[in-house]
């Protein structure tokens, strides 16, 4: 399973971006998506999740009403509308693959996706 994250780039605070995660070689060891994001010099955070035959979704906190995970089947993507962007949403966003849905608690542990994307930058000017 190969995954390219793009769509990173500047905006103004307030502002909206959307990140694309195409994937290839999808299999069921990857039917889970996931976003997470990374500060220099902090852990990767996670940031949402969703399935790729339920449409189930999952959101941090932190991002809960103002960012939508989504999925494009037939385009094999995987889409993270951002909206009312803050300063601090600017770090490095990853996108991830895993097998199950497991435990909502499960979620945020990077252990548990075994493929990854490059990283895409997300700069938000206040």
């Known amino acids: 399973v190969q995954l390219q994250a793009s769509g990173g780039g500047l905006v103004q605070a307030g502002g909206s971006l959307r990140l694309s995660c195409a994937t290839s070689?999808?299999?069921?060891?990857?039917?889970?998506m996931g976003w997470f994001r990374q500060a220099p010099g902090k852990e990767r955070e996670f940031v949402a999740a969703?399935?790729?035959?339920?449409?189930?979704?999952y959101y941090a906190d932190s991002v809960k009403g103002r960012f939508t995970i989504s999925r494009d089947n037939a385009k094999n993507t995987v889409y993270l509308q951002m909206n009312s962007l803050k300063p601090e949403d600017t770090v490095v966003y990853y996108c991830?693959?895993?097998?199950?849905?497991?435990?909502?608690?499960?979620?945020?542990?990077?252990?548990?996706?075994?493929?990854w994307g490059q990283g895409t930058q997300v700069t938000v000017s206040s």
């Open positions: 991830a693959a895993r097998t199950t849905w497991g435990t909502l608690a499960s979620m945020p542990d990077t252990n548990e996706y075994h493929y």
């Open positions: 070689g999808r299999s069921f060891s990857s039917n889970v």
């Open positions: 969703i399935n790729w035959s339920y449409y189930t979704t």
